[in-house]
């Protein structure tokens, strides 16, 4: 039996829902993806147009994980600024891997055009934010964005964001026009419908046990059938598991909590005056945008190693929405959900080739709606010998998580953060 999707917001809303069969027998493909994810998807879909035979298998349902329960913003970026790219990659790959990450959001905007995908509700406009004085380090960023990729956002000052935001917290701000917000679960669902016109197969409730050498091909073994494939995709994110060890030790599961407030458009009318979705700059940010037409509040944040109730945490996010706009005090939380990502030590994606005819991509990290498209378009790549981009990413490795070790320092990290973050504002 397919298992359900977790109560969140994009749940409720769900279009055109479809329950897909579980592989039963042994099948052949050219491509077995493993996990129907953003990057999963993806990767079918670009392997799809260039006329490779795919079958996609997932555990629970398409989209189940934190591909389908996200923040929904789509825009340029990973999870670790170019600073850091560079001293892995050097200064000049670094750049050709961030210009693939503008690329990641041309192609959601491009399916989303060309398949003619409403139900995304696709909104234009990703405002970034500073609770500190940090108007030169904006203008330089915005100088930059220009001046290297071409790509053109809108400096806001202390007086262009109260216009927008009615909160004394934020200073400046940048607005990319470019990006965007949406439903990544109907956006996700209405790719795997493009998938199956195409001929490519979906199978849900189908969890991969074993990869196999077959012949000169892999085959993916399930509890109740088969997949016989000569190139194999693993894209299953923070729920990878053991099938891969190596792959396994490479990632930290790091949980992210999300809420959604109840309708009451003209409270929050009051506070928020823009559908653009809002991030702020803190390394422990919160990111929120207006859905149902400016009637409710999408708010997240906060990130743990540890599990806890997330109706417990989305008291901890209200509050922290309170303290940003004192206003949405009466507002209440409807529901209240949490996803798991996957994160390299790195912070980058893990993107690359283990051994002949075995691929992965996964561990987006937070900013995955923009980097699972381009990691999926590259590992298609890949395979079908068009290009080696693959490759830039490849060369950060998988380095080792540090097992438990690296989950209570990752945690402690983060509290780090929240302190210096809090310490910088208040010496604003």
């Not at 109260?162 to 990006?179: F, N």
């Not at 965007?180 to 991969?208: C, K, M, Q, T, W």
Request: charged letters at 20%; hydrophobic letters at 40%; aromatic letters at 8%.
């Amino acid at each position: 039996m397919n298992a359900a999707y977790v109560d969140t917001y994009y749940s409720r809303t769900l279009q055109n829902e479809k329950a897909r069969a579980s592989i039963e027998g042994d099948l052949t493909a050219d491509v077995c993806i493993v996990g129907a994810g953003m990057a999963g998807i993806t990767a079918a879909l670009e392997l799809l147009r260039r006329g490779r035979s795919v079958a996609l298998v997932e555990a629970n349902r398409v989209s189940w994980g934190a591909s389908g329960r996200n923040g929904g913003v789509v825009s340029p970026g990973y999870s670790t600024g170019i600073d850091n790219i560079a001293r892995h990659l050097g200064a000049e790959n670094a750049k050709k891997v961030y210009q693939m990450s503008i690329e990641g959001v041309d192609m959601v905007d491009a399916n989303i055009r060309e398949l003619n995908i409403s139900e995304a509700d696709q909104i234009y406009g990703v405002l970034r934010l500073s609770r500190h004085d940090s108007a030169a380090e904006m203008i330089m960023q915005r100088q930059w964005l220009a001046r290297e990729f071409g790509y053109e956002v809108d400096y806001l000052s202390t007086n262009d964001v109260r216009q927008l935001l009615v909160s004394d917290k934020y200073r400046q701000g940048l607005l990319d026009e470019h990006a965007f917000h949406f439903h990544p679960l109907n956006y996700a669902r209405a790719l795997v419908s493009e998938i199956e016109r195409l001929g490519g197969r979906v199978f849900e409730d189908s969890e991969v046990v074993s990869i196999r050498d077959h012949a000169s091909s892999k085959r993916v073994m399930t509890a109740r059938g088969s997949v016989s494939a000569r190139d194999v995709v693993l894209s299953c994110g923070g729920y990878t598991g053991r099938l891969i060890p190596k792959l396994a030790r490479s990632y930290l599961p790091i949980s992210t909590y999300m809420m959604l407030t109840e309708n009451a458009g003209n409270v929050i009318a009051s506070a928020i005056r823009t559908r653009a979705s809002i991030g702020d700059s803190r390394r422990s940010s919160d990111y929120y945008r207006l859905v149902d037409g400016g009637e409710r509040v999408l708010w997240g944040g906060m990130i743990t190693t540890r599990r806890s109730d997330p109706s417990q945490l989305a008291n901890h996010l209200r509050t922290r929405m309170v303290d940003t706009y004192p206003q949405l005090a009466e507002l209440e939380v409807q529901v209240a959900w949490s996803g798991k990502m996957a994160y390299a030590r790195h912070l980058m994606p893990l993107i690359g080739r283990l051994e002949s005819g075995v691929w992965y991509c996964m561990g987006f990290g937070g900013h995955g709606m923009n980097t699972t498209a381009i990691g999926g378009r590259v590992i298609a790549q890949g395979i079908t010998g068009e290009s080696d981009r693959y490759q830039l990413f490849s060369a950060l490795g998988l380095p080792w998580n540090g097992g438990y070790a690296g989950l209570a320092a990752a945690q402690l990290t983060y509290w780090s953060y929240q302190v210096m973050d809090y310490m910088r504002e208040r010496a604003a």
